[in-house]
């Protein structure tokens, strides 16, 4: 039981840098989406198929691949073009990664969300002298946020389970301690369950918050 509560331990000393990860890539994604998003539903068609592209592309290939490509492949390419770049610390590119990652996700979030309001509520705002712009910034843009804030919390669970992926990366989060535990001890078994149980408290953690957040929208709206 001891060893198993040391492999909690130790994997838990990975959890902020997963939380901090998550975060900020949340972050990045809800305005990078946003403005994907926005794309998405813009007339022009050359903006539109841009969007869908990047939509499509990020969400058509793995995490890990991507995490490598900006860990890895990117320096590389760059210094046969003759530009001497590395990564000051390999959090900086997981970040941007999972990041550019949540966007496209959170673009398909945001934009069911827009569609969701009521058109009368731009035909209203218009009524009223709004701009297009105007509109979508003060009436439709809050509206809609209030409608996708359960997805965005469901978006931000669903990335600390995948940050583990960032491990292969040598990102020292969760996954990566249970692994550099297991590879010094060969404690394999209590290692990943100590990995497990750390995913698990965070995951039902903000789950619970989240249906928390939910009900009390509900209450709100009534």
């Known amino acids: 039981m001891a060893l198993y509560f040391k492999g909690f331990l130790v994997a838990l000393k990975g959890a902020p ?16 989406g946003l403005l994907l ?5 813009s007339k022009i068609k050359i903006i539109n198929l841009i969007a869908k592209i990047y939509i499509d592309v990020v969400r058509g290939t793995p995490l890990v691949v ?46 069911s969300g827009l569609q969701a309001v009521d058109k009368g ?20 843009i809050p509206q809609a946020i209030k409608i996708i804030l359960p997805a965005v919390g469901n978006e931000f669970v669903t990335l600390i389970k995948e940050t583990s992926v960032l491990s292969f ?10 692994n550099l535990w297991n590879a010094s001890t ?19 953690t903000l789950t619970k918050l989240i249906a928390t957040m939910e009900k009390k929208m509900s209450q709100e709206a009534c």
């Open 66 to 111: 991507q995490a490598f490509i900006f860990a890895y492949g990117l320096p590389q390419m760059l210094q046969a073009h003759n530009v001497n770049f590395t990564w000051p610390y390999l959090v900086i590119p997981a970040i941007i990664c999972c990041g550019l990652n949540s966007a496209a996700y959170m673009a398909e979030v945001i934009r």
């Open 37 to 41: 998003a926005l794309m998405r539903q």
């Open 121 to 140: 509520q731009m035909e209203a705002a218009r009524s009223l002298g709004m701009t297009h712009k105007m509109a979508m910034r003060l009436v439709i």
């Open 169 to 178: 990366v040598g990102v020292v989060e969760i996954m990566r301690r249970g």
């Open 17 to 32: 840098t997963t939380i901090g990860v998550t975060v900020l890539a949340v972050i990045i994604g809800t305005a990078l």
């Open 186 to 204: 060969f404690e394999t078994f209590p290692a990943y369950i100590g990995v497990a149980l750390v995913y698990l408290i965070l995951t039902l």
